[in-house]
């Protein structure tokens, strides 16, 4: 199975970054870059995985071994504006302007904004990041995608709630349960008292599971 690097940027509560120990835990077993602005805490880290959600599902089971009083809130989408975009990739406002427009789209149409911030439009920088990986503009990081994110926002609150047993590449009764496998159980558990999109996507990874594997250790979930 081919594994990946991918970045995340999570939003944390249950700590502070005036909580020393747990900062420079997470920092020097994880490489994390923790950060606070306006109150929210954010814990900018890679973590390794066959997908995206598989690798966040990882990286936060972790982040609780490692520090059992951090919570995971959400996935930071990181939004970004023309005049960011153009600082991040050297550009100017206008060149990004003219892309926006359509003027000048030398890699495919420019990506969908994800909302608007008054007037101005704004943009996942994982969307714009892909979008210019093919004009060698990119930052080099793979990051999840908006479906990804909605995945891995459902199943972070349920994470510590897992056994470390239950990771890639462990077993459990001689069968190997695989990422895939802990995302069903952390749905499954989410889905009895969350939205019906909750239980809709359970549902939907019980019928992958079907069509994907047979391992029995997914039927005991």
Not at 115 to 128: F, Q
Request: overall charge negative; proline content about 4%.
């Amino acid at each position: 199975m081919t594994m990946s690097e991918y970045e995340f940027i999570f939003v944390l509560s249950g700590i502070s970054l005036e909580d020393d120990e747990a900062v420079n835990t997470l920092t020097t077993e994880l490489d994390a870059l923790l950060s606070s602005q306006r109150g929210m805490l954010r814990m900018t880290v890679t973590g390794e995985g066959s997908n995206a959600v598989s690798a966040a599902i990882a990286t936060a089971q972790k982040a609780h071994e490692l520090v059992d009083d951090v919570r995971f809130v959400r996935l930071d989408r990181d939004l970004v504006g023309v005049s960011d975009i153009a600082d991040r990739i050297g550009r100017s406002r206008q060149n990004v302007d003219q892309w926006v427009r359509g003027q000048r789209c030398p890699s495919g149409p420019f990506p969908e904004p994800e909302a608007m911030v008054g007037a101005s439009p704004v943009w996942l920088w994982a969307d714009i990041n892909a979008w210019l990986r093919p004009l060698g503009l990119d930052d080099g990081e793979r990051r999840p995608t908006r479906e990804q994110m909605n995945r891995i926002d459902l199943v972070l609150p349920s994470v510590r709630l897992v056994p470390t047993h239950f990771g890639g590449g462990r077993t459990d009764g001689g069968a190997e349960v695989s990422a895939f496998n802990v995302e069903a159980r952390l749905v499954r558990s989410a889905s009895r008292t969350r939205s019906a999109a909750a239980r809709a996507l359970h549902r939907h990874l019980l019928a992958r599971a079907g069509e994907a594997t047979d391992d029995e250790a997914f039927l005991r979930l």
